[in-house]
């Protein structure tokens, strides 16, 4: 197994300044994620977060994401959810600080919540890492890239605002959270969350058990939808951090 070192420099968005990055302040051209900052789609970046192949109309990837994957372990995952940024980095954003610092998903590679405040051309170049142990620049089109690194500077939230970390109860207010999902939810999901199933377990796994078994990832789908679906993104949609949160307080009440 490659050694942490070698993993570090590999990770996507670990903190780790990019030499060569071009910049405007130096008098040279404007990056291209600069340069095209105003047409980037954050509910797409957002998506692409979750699962790319369903917005880029790929086929789903049967190798996995290496070298990266390879040097770590403790994560037996294969093919397509290699290739997942959420299975890296956590749907909390913060990696191995937050909800995937034990289990199964346990990779120990850093979260991309600190990375929000890099200059944005360096974001960029990070997820492309053309040439690099990071390279998804065969995967996504430099439009793509943009609107991820949109989602990571503008569309992060810090989720213990939201979930009490220790429990997973979520602390929004359900009964607001009743009044929108009735609104924006209840067709297709249900009144009470079980048109959906999102197991093959017997019985009906639907939005309540889902937001309570991973209240992180509810809270994601939430706000940005559910790649390759109908599901709309309520950011998109025009809520509030807060409405989201109290979205999925309501959530947590459905059987």
Known sequence: MRTKSRRTIGL??????????????????????DENWSTADIVAGGKLYDKWWPITAAAEPTT?????????????RS????????????????????????????TGFAGVWTAR??????IFEAIKGEGADHDMAGVLTDTDILNLTKFIVDGLVDMGLYINTSTGAATGNATAGQTLYDANCRSCHGADGQDIDFDGDPGVQGVGWLANDN??????????????SAMPSQVGSGRTDQQTGDILAYAQTLP
């Open 215 to 228: 209240p992180q990832e509810t809270l994601h789908k939430i706000r940005w939808g559910h790649p390759g």
């Open 79 to 106: 093919g397509g959810d290699t290739w997942r940024c959420k299975e890296c980095h956590g749907w909390d954003y913060i990696g191995n600080l937050g909800r995937y610092s034990s289990g199964s998903h346990f």
């Open 12 to 33: 996507l968005l670990a903190g780790v300044l990019i030499v060569g990055v071009a910049a405007c302040s130096d008098g040279g051209p404007e990056h291209f994620v």
């Open 117 to 122: 405040t890099d200059e944005r051309a360096v």
């Open 64 to 76: 996995d994401f290496d070298p990266i994957w390879a040097s770590q372990s403790t994560n037996t």
